[in-house]
DNA sequence: ATGAAAGCGCTAACAC
DNA sequence: GTGTTAGCGCTTTCAT
């Protein structure tokens, strides 16, 4: 009993079996292991008939290429890393849905690497373990720069950016600024001029978002003719905790603000949690915006900007198709935020038209 | 200017490029591959002499073994698959970070995939794209029975379940049913006794749980003494939308209930929204208590069972680790739930030592 | 303790 | 069109 032929056999037996060749595809089908090989990977110069066979027999085998042996030949692993430093916040999830969503149609697998502290991401700039691994990187929510940077262009692979930035590479984003601007626009628009921040410091982390609401919040407020108070700018740690902590640090100020202008969802709505135990009502006595349209600030009833997360990833996943084509991606693209009205905004006490029913 | 040597110079120039193989590691250090090879994989019979000097050089040249090629010779991939039927819940967001962890740990690389609705479900157990490419799969939060499982045993590698359950294979899982009377017995010992149940139904998904906290709720309530109602069962679908709907359902009742005990906190954070919208108040109308401890539950105030969710992420790592080592990972492990008390349930109004002052 | 050599399964030149 | 032949980079007997 050769060796092929107890392959065969087995095959039969377990007609998925991981263990089939392409030698026993080629064997079945009469043809070398060249001509299986290009009839599989849809090479021109192959006769259809031909062709139909090899198909036909892979197909009964359930034969599978062997990524691996396929990588060593070809050079390419049909390997994608992605890297991310959170998986159990929303907005990481739902970009890296959208990734896998884009990359699986395509054929290609997702490596998944987290680097949620700075030391993980010492350790991963350090050590590099997606080397001789994948095709791409992705890089979700992170900036990278210096050091980093150049660890990771040491592995000469594309690279791309969703959610922040690497410079130099193709990148997919939201435009922070303009998004900060719609919320504290929303505020000054329904008559609040004591506006509040409550601002997400993560040292090392999403880099420009941050800022760019910041200076988006001053942005607004200077062109409505209303000077800062650096007293109402929280800056606090993200989450929700740390936007609780920030309104209470509000609420001790003198003249607390008649409105919160709060960095991301989960922050607003601890800022919402704080007012309520402090006996305020929202939006009654004091309003709160955030930015995310996170799945729980509808109910919540919260007002916010909503970001795009999954269709970032999405077109993170197109613009890596592009790239592995070897195609331009351009130098990126921005995606647009939209105001979300809901019931935690509302005009300023006194400039109210009429008291509140509810 | 012969080979070895353009990649020992191209070595030299880019310290830690991506292409230094064994060889020349090996030839570096004075020995043959096969040496290297031992000397790198921790082999016995390697003079310590060597095996220092091997280690060295493949340190200088920033060397890293080409996973793929190692595979090819050698049988593993250093690879495991993780199926998730969602990306973008906490939840299971929460289990891949604690599995990606424990691999990580262990160097072992992990290969997404997502199986959202019926159709990818289909294609998932159809093509069995991960053949050929991982040691073990694990499967989160999935009940994989019949022609699936069949699918997912035919690959040969070795499996397991978190937050699920696959017939014959390790498990980490919670006692769903523990869970529900935790939940339900709180709101008994509260005084309660017209309590309404808000059901995920999720068909094809994570199988035995939802039935086993249904279960709990009567079986909480038949130990108390009260007949079950079943127009206080609203069955919906699991998340926010469905725990609004299910609670607007049962408030329409003649009788409504004084507590609700919904599936899940989302579901739970959906009926809070749905009463404060009637005008009623949480908990002084109605109690409402869920199961997850989300993070955002503690923002909402809400009473909840906590399941671990990255507990049992790092736990399904642990046991893949072992059956890749080869152990038997026994039958599985389940993991404690807890009760945390929060501010979204109290005494039914009648029983009430005094009125809440908030 | 170390080296030589035979593959692992596949692809890509290069012939025919 | 199709077959032949080299490897891809590594691990692993089998010698020595």
Redesign the pocket.
Same mark, same amino acid.
């Given at each position: 009993m050769w060796k092929g032929f107890r392959r065969t056999y087995a095959v039969a037996v377990r007609s998925a079996s991981t263990?089939v +060749?392409?030698? !026993?595809?080629?064997r079945l089908a009469?043809?070398?292991?060249? +001509?299986?090989?290009?009839?599989?990977?849809d090479?021109?110069?192959?006769?259809a008939? +031909?062709?139909a066979r090899v198909l036909r027999v892979a197909d009964e085998l359930a034969?599978?290429?062997?990524p !691996?042996?396929?990588r060593?030949?070809?050079?390419s692993t049909g390997r994608v890393a992605v890297v991310v430093p959170h998986l159990s916040r929303w907005f990481f999830g739902a970009v890296l849905e959208g990734l896998e969503a884009a990359l699986r149609e395509a054929g290609i697998d997702l490596l998944l690497y987290r680097v949620g502290d700075a030391t993980q991401r010492r350790a991963f700039f350090d050590r590099l373990p997606v080397r001789r691994k994948v095709d791409a990187i992705v890089v979700v929510g992170l900036a990278v720069e210096g050091w980093e940077r150049e660890r990771l262009e040491l592995m000469g692979v594309d690279i791309v950016a969703a959610g922040g930035q690497v410079a130099g590479h193709p990148f997919v984003r939201i435009d922070d600024h303009g998004a900060g601007r719609q919320a504290v626009d929303h505020l000054i628009h329904l008559g609040h001029r004591r506006i509040g921040m409550i601002a997400a410091v993560d040292p090392d982390r999403c880099g420009r978002g941050p800022e760019a609401r910041s200076a988006a919040y001053r942005d607004a407020l200077a062109d409505a003719g209303v000077e800062v108070d650096e007293e109402l700018v929280a800056a606090v740690d993200p989450g929700g905790a740390g936007g609780a902590r920030g309104m209470a640090r509000l609420l001790g100020l003198r003249e607390p603000p008649t409105a919160v202008f709060a960095h991301s969802d989960e922050a607003a709505l601890g800022a919402v949690r704080t007012l309520r135990r402090a006996g305020l009502r929202v939006p009654d006595d004091a309003s709160v915006v955030g930015i995310d349209d996170h799945p729980l600030a509808d109910l919540a009833d919260l007002t916010t900007v909503g970001r795009p997360a999954r269709e970032q990833g999405v077109a993170a996943g197109a613009m890596v198709r592009a790239v592995l084509r070897g195609e331009e991606a351009g130098p990126g693209i921005t995606l647009p935020t939209q105001l979300v009205l809901r019931g935690s905004t509302a005009p300023p006490r006194g400039r109210r038209r009429r008291p509140r029913s509810d």
């Open positions: 263990s +060749t392409l030698a !026993d595809v080629a009469g043809v070398s292991s060249a +001509t299986a090989s290009r009839a599989l990977s090479h021109p110069h192959v006769a008939a +031909t062709r034969y599978v290429v062997s !691996d042996a396929s060593l030949a070809a050079g």
